[in-house]
């Protein structure tokens, strides 16, 4: 039964967060050659993604932190970065590249926390039922798998940044796809939520 459930847990996160790669690939683009970059983005997808957990934990369980008319709002906190993000672009579109990058600055805690929680709307739709069926013991074995390969995906974006040709691509065009993917994000969960009746 453990085997089985093991299965299923990985396949479900593999499913709900293969997605995130490429926002994790973008903010290890974004601090790029900034100290503690790392541990920013490990901490902020960690303490999102924990968010996720909590909240789909509680509602397997019958509690609701959040009514459901409120989760498609979330999205307004990725498009609210990714126009942060495209206003700096903009501000600094003109300057040498020594000064642009010297102008960009790295991924904050919040931001990533943010990004990663809001963007969890789907996993909490998909969470929640696979926990509230799975009982004690199985809800923990997703919850660690869960964990454990969330570090996993972390390296795989950093993997995926620190590739020369992507490495290259992503430091020439990354401060314009950061905000674009982020405004995406934002739109898409705004939208498929029926958001400001969307």
């Given at each position: 039964m453990t085997v089985a459930v093991l299965v299923q847990a990985v396949g479900l996160f593999v499913v709900t967060n293969i997605d995130d790669v490429?926002?994790?690939?973008?903010?290890?683009?974004?601090?790029?050659?900034?100290?503690?970059?790392?541990?920013?983005?490990?901490?902020?997808q960690y303490l999102g993604f924990c968010?996720?957990?909590?909240?789909?934990?509680?509602a397997?369980?019958?509690?609701?932190?959040?009514?459901?008319?409120?989760?498609?709002?979330l999205g307004l906190l990725p498009l609210l970065l990714g126009v942060r993000a495209a206003v700096e672009a903009w501000?600094?579109?003109?300057?040498?590249?020594?000064e642009k990058a010297a102008a960009r600055t790295g991924?904050?805690?919040?931001?990533?926390?943010?990004?990663?929680?809001a963007n969890g709307g789907d996993n909490i739709g998909v969470y929640v039922p696979v926990f509230a069926t799975a009982g004690a013991g199985g809800m923990s074995v997703h919850i660690v798998t869960f964990l454990v390969l969330?570090?996993?995906?972390?390296?795989?974006?950093?993997?995926?940044?620190?590739?020369?040709?992507?490495?290259?691509?992503?430091?020439r065009?990354?401060?314009?796809?950061?905000?674009?993917?982020?405004?995406?994000?934002?739109?898409?969960?705004?939208?498929?939520?029926?958001?400001?009746?969307?």
């Open positions: 490429v926002v994790l690939a973008l903010f290890f683009a974004q601090g790029a050659g900034r100290p503690g970059t790392t541990r920013t983005i490990v901490l902020g968010g996720i957990l909590l909240v789909s934990v509680a397997a369980l019958g509690a609701a932190f959040l009514p459901a008319g409120a989760v498609p709002y501000r600094h579109r003109d300057d040498p590249d020594e991924p904050t805690v919040l931001a990533v926390t943010a990004v990663t929680f969330l570090a996993l995906l972390v390296l795989a974006g950093r993997y995926l940044a620190s590739r020369p040709a992507i490495a290259s691509a992503l430091a065009w990354g401060h314009i796809l950061l905000p674009v993917v982020l405004i995406a994000i934002g739109l898409l969960i705004l939208v498929e939520g029926g958001a400001f009746g969307l």
